[in-house]
Antibody, heavy 119, light 107 residues
Framework: QVQLQQWGAGLLKPSETLSLTCAIS????????YNWIRQSPGGGLEWIGE???????SYNPSLKSPVTISVDKSKNQISLKLSSVTAADTATYFC?????????????WGQGTPVTVSS | DIQMTQSPSSLSASVGERVTITCQAS??????LNWYQQKPGKAPKLLIF???TLDTGVPSRFSGSGSGTDFTFTISSLQPEDIATYYC?????????FGGGTKVESK
């Protein structure tokens, strides 16, 4: 059974860089696309972007803070970096995965990492 | 971006009652729509994909319908464990976008 375990700093000051990691276990790493999705304190869900096992990325152009999603195939991990964060980036961040043949069926999710941006 | 308008934002229903949620897309998304259930403190759980196909293990009291711009999610007989927030999500085009959510509460 595929499992996603995520971690990262939960409290940041404005202008700092958000950095989260998601480790994938229990399945073929190359068989999935890996995504980051965040949920605001009000409950709204926002897609941040995705990466394939080979490193091909797509990002949400609506995000105001610069985003980088990367992959470390040697560790079966993906990472999210959000630069110059503001209070608007306060949210719970989820990594989520879908099998490459299934087309955005997010069957697999990490446990979520709450992130607060405050001075 | 494709806007997803979900209604109502909240509802109260009794156990055994039929619950219906609607989701409207700002443009034609064919049937590229997922429905998720989320309980407090947990990640969303996929219930329905391709607008009407139940994911593995999802009880048959859940159903989805629609195509194009208008979609419906139904719980035929609400159970206590169905108390949660439900979200629609389109995947016809990037960026992926979600509806605002419907909080289902117990009456």
């Amino acid at each position: 059974q595929v499992q996603l375990q995520q971690w990262g700093a939960g409290l940041l000051k404005p202008s700092e860089t958000l950095s989260l990691t998601c480790a994938i276990s229990g399945g073929s790493f190359s068989g999935f696309y890996y995504n980051w999705i965040r949920q605001s304190p009000g409950g709204g869900l926002e897609w941040i972007g995705e990466i394939s096992h080979s490193g091909s990325t797509s990002y949400n152009p609506s995000l105001k803070s610069p985003v980088t999603i990367s992959v470390d195939k040697s560790k079966n991990q993906i990472s999210l970096k959000l630069s110059s964060v503001t209070a608007a980036d306060t949210a719970t961040y989820f990594c989520a995965a879908y099998e490459f043949w299934s087309g955005y069926r997010f069957d697999y999710w990490g446990q979520g990492t709450p992130v607060t941006v405050s001075s | 971006d494709i806007q997803m308008t979900q209604s109502p934002s909240s509802l109260s229903a009794s156990v055994g009652e039929r619950v219906t949620i609607t989701c409207q897309a700002s443009q034609d998304i064919n049937n590229y729509l997922n429905w998720y259930q989320q309980k407090p403190g947990k990640a969303p759980k996929l219930l329905i994909f391709d607008a009407s196909t139940l994911d593995t293990g999802v009880p048959s009291r859940f159903s989805g319908s629609g195509s194009g711009t208008d979609f419906t999610f139904t719980i035929s007989s609400l159970q206590p464990e169905d108390i949660a927030t439900y979200y629609c999500q389109q995947y016809d085009d990037l960026p992926l976008t979600f509806g605002g959510g419907t909080k289902v509460e117990s009456k």
